[in-house]
């Protein structure tokens, strides 16, 4: 079975702090990890993917997220948070059972003060 | 850019009624999905679908739900006799391979209201 825990439905940062948005997934075998953003009235859009390279995963708009085995974590991070990074951020997982169908988390939506 | 297009974006409905939830999903692309989010909750995976069969479906998608690709271009999600739990948003997506490494293109979403 494969599950995913997004921790905080929002995140509230000031424009050019660090955002950090968390994840952690549970899979009975080692998963694919994946990052979708969706901004306001948009579909959800692929931001990064972990499919057992290497384990910092470099996405887009200058986000990046660390797949750490040991913490079944897959934390979501960029440096400096921009005003247009206002977006609610998804987490999803691939973990076997013979599916590939991704879990997805609740959500976090991310609100970035000027 | 491809993109898939849901429609409508937004429907309002009263308890019992029909409901059919229309999706055009990226035009080479083989296989298709159904998720829905309730409000506050998680994505939640309804149905797969690949040549013109469900490949896989979970415990939500019950015998009001169905699915249908009418022609070659639209991918419909029916909902035969709708109840209040059923209001969420409904996302259609669409990839060309399975999903181990690929990606999922989603469209806008499709809100239900049931009222």
């Known amino acids: 079975a494969q599950s995913v825990t997004q921790l905080g439905s929002h995140v509230s940062v000031s424009e050019g702090a660090l955002v950090l948005l968390r994840c952690n997934y549970s899979?009975?075998?080692?998963?694919?990890l994946f990052w979708y953003v969706q901004y306001p009235n948009q579909g959800l859009q692929l931001l990064l993917k972990y499919t057992s390279a290497a384990t910092l995963v470099k996405g887009i708009n200058g986000f990046e997220a660390e797949f750490k085995k040991s913490e079944t974590s897959f934390h979501l991070t960029k440096p400096s948070a921009h005003m247009s990074d206002a977006a609610e951020y998804f987490c999803a997982v691939i973990g076997g059972g013979g599916s590939y169908i991704p879990t997805f988390g609740r959500g976090t939506s991310l609100i970035v003060h000027p | 850019e491809p993109e898939v297009t849901q429609t409508p974006s937004h429907q309002v409905t009263q308890m019992g009624q029909e409901v059919i939830l229309r999706c055009v999903p990226i035009?080479?692309?083989?296989?298709f999905y159904w998720y829905r989010q309730i409000l506050g909750q998680k994505v939640e995976f309804l149905v797969s679908f690949y040549n013109n069969e469900i490949s896989e479906k979970s415990e939500i998608f019950d015998d009001q739900f169905s699915v249908e690709r009418p022609d070659g271009s639209n991918f419909t999600l029916k909902i035969r006799s709708t109840k209040l739990e059923d209001s969420a948003m409904y996302f259609c997506a669409s990839s060309g391979d399975r999903t181990n490494t690929g990606e999922l293109f989603f469209g806008e979403g499709s809100r239900l209201t049931v009222l």
């Open positions: 035009s080479n692309h083989l296989y």
């Open positions: 899979s009975s075998v080692p998963p694919y």
